[in-house]
């Protein structure tokens, strides 16, 4: 009998597209994953003078399907730079802050972000290998009495099978909801109950004839967008008025985990520089305090060169 808490999930972001490494995978603890191959039936259509249908052929094969866990600062850095495409890291002192920004460009020309090995150990035989995955979106999401949570959906590639790997997980606590910050247009946002942000990559994988029944490549179908949802309790209009003023200005999202070295907080910031509300609807559901849902999406900043700016503090060296 296999149990999930048993398994493991490993992420390695490889050299090159067709070549999957093992030797220094990342280990995230897991919530769930759905990462699954599926093989589309060939149905031909001509007709054989019958009514049963007719004779069926192996189709092509995709892999897809999504990861979640509770963001660590260390493990988020992986999923960071697979769904955003760009990373800096830079010694400030005695810790790390790494920088990780939309890709400006394709990673090459069969992977449009930096593919990645994905090892899955069921608790049963051998461990599952997913190569040549993208990330084609990334959303985190927290709560008031929450962890934040992080889902990375994924897709690719080629599947195999090999002997499972000994994870191992760094100290440290997540992110707690006590310690997260907001603001907009530099003002604090105090009474937000849930917050969640999500980039996306709008990939899908492209086939072509080439002697395979796997994607060739990974392409973009449209452009990255960046989206934020949430709920705040009701205090004032100042934000609604910014939604009919449809105004774009700086949000900041700032997340404060354990000390990370000589008193610095393992912190994760998330800034959009341009955000602007589609959704801000107040109204009354009952007898209780007025909450209001919010939905807003992140503009490209033509000035700071980005949709969405990621900076991690932590004491790992690079990604």
């Known amino acids: 009998m296999a149990y999930g808490q048993l398994g493991h999930l490993g ?22 994953e759905s990462v699954a191959e599926s093989i589309e039936p060939l149905v031909e259509t001509g007709m054989y003078s019958r009514l049963a ?47 990780f920004l939309p890709a400006a460009a394709d990673w090459d020309g069969f992977a449009a972000v930096p593919p990645l090995t994905v090892q899955i150990h069921r608790d049963v035989g051998s ?30 590639g080629r599947l195999s099978r090999q002997a499972p790997a000994a994870p191992s997980y760094p100290g440290g606590l997540p992110y707690l909801w006590d310690a997260v910050s907001a603001s907009y247009a530099g003002q604090g946002i105090a009474d937000l109950r849930k917050v969640s942000l999500t980039f996306d990559n709008q990939l899908a994988a492209q086939y072509t004839l080439s002697g395979g029944k796997t994607p060739r490549r990974v392409v973009r179908e449209g452009p990255q967008t960046v989206s934020v949802e949430g709920t705040l309790v009701l205090q004032d209009q100042v934000l609604f008025q910014e939604f009919l003023d449809q105004s774009e200005k700086r949000l900041l999202l700032t997340f404060d985990g354990p000390q990370a070295s000589s008193g610095t907080a393992a912190r994760l910031t998330l800034d959009v520089p341009r955000l602007r509300f589609l959704e801000f609807a107040p109204q009354l559901s009952g007898p209780g305090q007025v909450e209001v849902g919010f939905s807003a999406k992140g503009v490209y900043d033509t000035t700071s060169g980005y949709a969405l700016r990621a900076t991690l503090v932590n004491t790992k060296a690079g990604y």
């Open 53 to 99: 249908e007719s004779p069926s052929h192996e189709g092509v094969h995709k892999v897809e399907g999504e990861v979640r866990t509770e963001a660590h600062p260390i493990q988020i850095g992986t999923l960071l730079k697979a769904a955003l495409g760009r990373s800096t890291s830079t010694l400030q002192g005695s810790v790390y802050v790494h920088e």
């Open 11 to 32: 992420l390695c972001f490889q050299n090159s597209v067709g070549t999957p490494l093992t030797n220094s995978l990342s280990f995230v603890p897991l919530v769930s």
């Open 127 to 156: 461990a599952f290998l997913y190569s040549d995955m993208l990330a084609t979106a990334l959303a985190l999401e927290i709560a008031q009495g929450q962890l934040l949570s992080a889902k990375a959906s994924l897709l690719g």
